[in-house]
Structure formats: C-alpha cells, structure tokens
C-alpha cells in the first residue's frame, strides 16, 4: 500500500492560494531533479518545466457542492505558469456542467448552492494514461503523486462540502474510492485515507473515519463532460440526487 514518506501537512485555516502555491512549489522544488521531470509521450516540455496550477476560491468556506477531478491539462500557449487561478465564467468548456448542475437545481428545485473545483493533482498533462500507466507504476511517481494528494486533502477537509461529486475515475481511485480488503487482512486500493460505506437512507456513499469530512456523502461519477461523458438522463438523475441529499441535511 503506498504511503507517504512525510506526515501531510497541517490543515490551514483561513487557507490562502499563496500558501498552497508555496506548498507545491516546494514539491516541484523535490522532484525537479529526478528523472519524473521528462518529456511525456506527446509533448517534449519536461513534466514538472510546466508547473503547475490549480483552481482556488478563497472566499468559499463549507460549499453546497465540491467537484473533484484529476488535473489540469498542458497547454502549449501557456508552456509554464505556477499559479491558481479563479473559477472562469460561465460559458463552454470543462466548467460549464457544473454551472449546468447549478442552473438546474435552481430552475427545477429553487435551491441555489455554491460550489468549487478541486483537482486532486496540479500537475499539468493532458494524457491521463501517463499518470496511470508511468507515474503511479514506479516508487518515486508514487511518492510524487501522495505528496499532491495530501495538499488536496488539506483542501477538501479545510472547504467541508457538503456534498462531494468525484467524476473521473482516477480522482476515485486516488480517493480510495475502489480500495478493498483481502482475505489476509491486507487493504489494497488505498491512497488517500479515506473510507466509505452506502448510506440506504441518502443512496449515495458517505465518509466514514474521516474527522472532520465524517458522514460527507460523495457521488461517484462519471464524466460531467467529454466524449465519455454521462447521458442526459443520467446527468438529470445526479441534479435530483444532489438536491434530494442536501435536502436532509437542512
């Protein structure tokens, strides 16, 4: 079971976006040297040459919704930037579904949230198999990959969401969303600590073991967007749930 090397850093309060940048940077500083900082199978620039970035609202504490997904991809126009950046506007893109979710629970439930993004890594690559397939196969990926995850972790248990919706499958492996135990006793599929069961009252999985995330329901999901992305009904069905959990917790 991979594990960090270093306890994670403590939870921030009034967490600001120049600590967090401080705190990758210094992760970047780490690896820079190693040989993680090559080229990827499409693109030359060196992994970590890219920097990093993240999406970051520090004026939201306690959102309606939190979605998680995985990282931002490499843009060529922007070869390197070391920055968060503000929630962009309302218009097409990978953003625009969560606007969607937040149209629909207003139209067809009056229930206006607030909401925010999380990456669960910074690093900036646009082929997720290079994560799965070079980075998460070898010790120090690993290790570069678990030092990422526990600033998001600081992240999610500094925001306490009310509700989680996790839709890509990495981010839920990454969020030991798949991790079991075997008959030895041994558990397999656990990077962040995280533990989960099904609550029959909400449908949906909730935190458990978790400190301050403790009873957080989370869904599961697909693609919000993207050629994979979910249907339409599906997508309706999610809104519902959405509305119908946070609901119980009024």
């Not at 930037?81 to 625009?96: E, I, L, S, T």
């Not at 972790?153 to 996790?166: C, D, Q, R, S």
């Not at 999985?205 to 967007?225: C, D, H, I, R, Y």
């Amino acid at each position: 079971m991979p594990k960090l090397s270093s306890p994670p850093p403590p939870v921030l309060e009034n967490m600001q976006a120049s600590e967090l940048v401080e705190q990758y940077q210094k992760i970047w500083d780490k690896y820079s040297t190693t040989p993680i900082n090559g080229p990827t199978k499409v693109e030359d620039t060196p992994l970590l040459n890219r920097g990093f970035e993240f999406q970051f609202d520090a004026e939201i504490n306690n959102p309606d919704v939190l979605f998680i997904g995985i990282n931002p991809s490499f843009q060529p126009d922007r070869p390197q930037v070391r920055q968060a950046y503000a929630k962009p506007k309302n218009g097409p893109g990978y953003f625009r579904p969560f606007y969607k979710i937040e149209e629909d629970l207003k139209a067809s439930y009056q229930r206006e949230i607030t909401w925010t993004q999380l990456d669960l890594l910074v690093l900036r690559e646009t082929q997720q198999p290079y994560i799965e397939n070079h980075l998460l196969k070898a010790k120090r990926g690993q290790d570069f990959i678990l030092e990422q995850l526990a600033v998001a972790n600081e992240i999610i248990t500094a925001l306490k969401p009310k509700v989680i919706v996790v839709s890509n499958t990495l981010a839920r492996e990454l969020m030991s969303g798949n991790s079991k135990q075997l008959v030895d006793g041994r558990e397999v599929g656990v990077w962040m600590d995280y533990k989960y069961e099904f609550d029959q009252t909400l449908g949906t999985e909730k935190m458990v073991q978790a400190g301050a995330l403790n009873g957080t329901p989370v869904f599961f999901t697909a693609m919000l967007s993207g050629q994979k992305s979910i249907d339409r009904g599906t997508f309706q069905r999610l809104v519902w749930h959405i509305d119908a959990v946070l609901g119980k917790g009024e």
